[in-house]
């Protein structure tokens, strides 16, 4: 009655199997071993064995191995290789059957080939220098009446007025448009492997461009950035009336009981005002900026490697150098100098450039079909008549047209002539030609990811991932563990390591061209968890899907 047999069952309906790194073995008949071939590797200590994966629904164990030539792991006329052995377990002779495979490690090289001359035209993007695009103004309290109560007194009256201060200054987008006389080199590879069962997808791809280009520089169409605030909200507000109910002060004008806060009295006011972007609504060439027979040399590779759960290695690079003659261009300054020489030249028009410029009035709501000021009359009076109002109201109101007057006279205003038109009527630039301009940039990225623990299953997977990025000379290197669950994804950095270089992306000559490219690097593709499954993982305890989905609390416990 033992549930998992006894050595006489055991013999009869062959129901116990040993499943190892490297063997899978059977007690049926007189015993079976199948072994992962080649042994040599593993007796000879230079295999990695695979954590060996088992499917229950069709009773097949995967081995695998990782390993490398006798002579060692960088042998520099050898390879790395990889075998694995599929074996199907039965009830009855010949209990065990085993299918043997290999597959590459190293993965094809990508050749650069010449794909013969040819011309056009290409568009670049590019970010120009900062231009004087517009105009900003500072708020400034420009008359203060209080307000005070009787026969003679005044109602209020607190403005805000936004005379020139600045010049608004974004860097724009841009576009160098060229036509091109070009010999190209390139190359692209791909390939498919199985790994102990598990597809392995490589991709590889380089190209690298000579080109003699004439160009121009363009300021593009666009909508840049000014401010963040809504241009119909609170902020463009041109000023208020204090009116009263219930012994209340509010901004507005005739009010019922009950009555709800909206507007200025709830707010937020914003810090800016005036327009928020401003439209170029057309391309316009940079007078000055054109170049001719400039020289160009650009490559870009590209090289993955990938399994059914994501990247498992992956390598981007490139290098853009150019030598000749190329525009300078700077922004073009002076085109505001007339507004800024008379600051409050725009205030009160209402329109064009001093739309926003105010005055912005705060006073007293006065009804027009009775002239009854209502703050004089209801505020704190005892009722309309009654000759009297309490002093400290009137520093409440006051204070309350104090308060909305500094809050309005900290913003900052943002104008510019696209408020009545598209474009200013000249260039944001202007641009010199230097005979003698060389530039070279280079950048390079890879990732990699082995795994610890590799359970497809069950959703739960451990790796070990690396990340170096680098640009021009200087690169940085980071390894971290992650730890990856149906449930939660956990990463810590193990560490961080920075590099530098005379040059991070080195070429080689490209046969006996005369030509120089990066050269493809050789990429390997490796699957080698160490274990695929918890039960041979003593670092590892967690509740199965299958065992959640009946019903058992998740928990995933981890200690290694």
Known sequence: DDEYGNAERNTTEKRVFAVGRDRVKSWGGGGVTEVLTPTDPVSESRAMTIGPRLDFSTDKAWLGQLYHPAEGWDYMFGEWAFSYAEVTMLLASTYLVKVSGSANVAMPLVSLSDD????GSITTDKTLPVAEIGLQAAGVASTTIPYSWGTSGNYGTYRVIYPWSGVIERPLEGKTVASYSRTQYSGSSSSVEYQAGIRLDFDGSSTKIWDSRNDNTYVKAQTVPIADHDIYGLSNSNGADMTTVDDALYWGQHITSPHTPTGLDVGPIPATRGISTKTIQYDMVINGAAVTGRLYE?????????????????IVFSRNKSSGSAPVITKKTGYYDSYLATPSGWV?????????????TFTAYVSPATDICWIKEYYKTGGFG????????????????????STFASMTMFSSETVARDNILTPYYVASINPSVT??????????????LYDETNGVYISVESSFVGVDTAATLTVSLKVQTRHHTTT?????????????VQEREIGTTGKYAMPSPQIRAIFAPLYQEQGSFKGAHYVTEEEENNGATPAHLFNF
């Open 492 to 504: 810590q950095t193990l560490g961080e390591y920075n590099y530098t270089y005379s040059q991070l």
């Open 386 to 405: 009654a000759d009297n109002q309490e002093l400290v109201a009137v520093d409440e109101i006051n204070a309350k047209y104090s308060g909305m007057q």
């Open 439 to 452: 530039l070279d940039n280079s950048a390079m990225s890879w990732s990699s990811k082995d795994f610890i």
């Open 348 to 360: 009160g028009s209402y329109g064009g450039l001093g739309i926003y410029s105010g005055p912005i």
């Open 298 to 314: 650009e490559q870009s590779g590209s090289f993955s490697v990938s399994c059914p759960t994501g990247s498992l290695a992956e």
């Open 116 to 119: 013969g001359p040819s011309s």
